[in-house]
């Protein structure tokens, strides 16, 4: 089976990145729904629509905290809150130990490996997929 990424971002600009990550997660045989500028709860919404198992979230133009917090809710409140969601863009090292500590399952920033992210991608994926609902 095919792990499904949504692959959200806050801004339409700078893309170089974003495509890059899309096209080392798609070459991972991941299917990839790249949807462009999205606010948080946008994403949250096609995540659902898209049936997704990971969702995946650039961050260049607003407050990495207050926008994970918000996909976060949005999530909850859809119903998907159990998805694991990875965080990408300009993120400072202190925004990015906070942003872990909500739970998300990578941060990267500029520089970072792509074999680091589709693998972070493909364990949280393989990770939602084995854990027990609760009830």
């Known amino acids: 089976m095919t792990t499904r990424v949504v692959f959200a971002s ?3 600009g700078h ?3 974003y495509h890059v990550v899309a096209r080392g997660l798609r070459d991972a045989g991941f299917e990839v729904i790249m949807t462009g500028r999205q606010l948080p709860a946008e994403a949250a919404r096609t995540a659902l629509d898209e049936d997704a198992d990971v969702v995946a979230y650039r961050i260049m133009d607003r407050d990495p905290l207050n926008a994970v917090e918000s996909l976060l809710k949005a999530m909850a409140d859809a119903g998907i809150g159990g998805k694991p969601v990875l ?3 300009i993120i400072g090292k ?6 872990r500590a909500m739970g998300v399952a990578g941060v990267f920033g500029p520089g970072s490996k792509l074999d680091d992210i589709v693998a972070c991608a493909r364990e949280a994926a393989e990770g939602a997929a084995t854990e027990t609902p609760k009830p």
């Open 15 to 17: 893309t170089m990145g």
């Open 94 to 99: 202190r925004d990015a130990d906070a942003i």
């Open 10 to 12: 806050d801004t339409s």
């Open 87 to 89: 965080i990408g863009g």
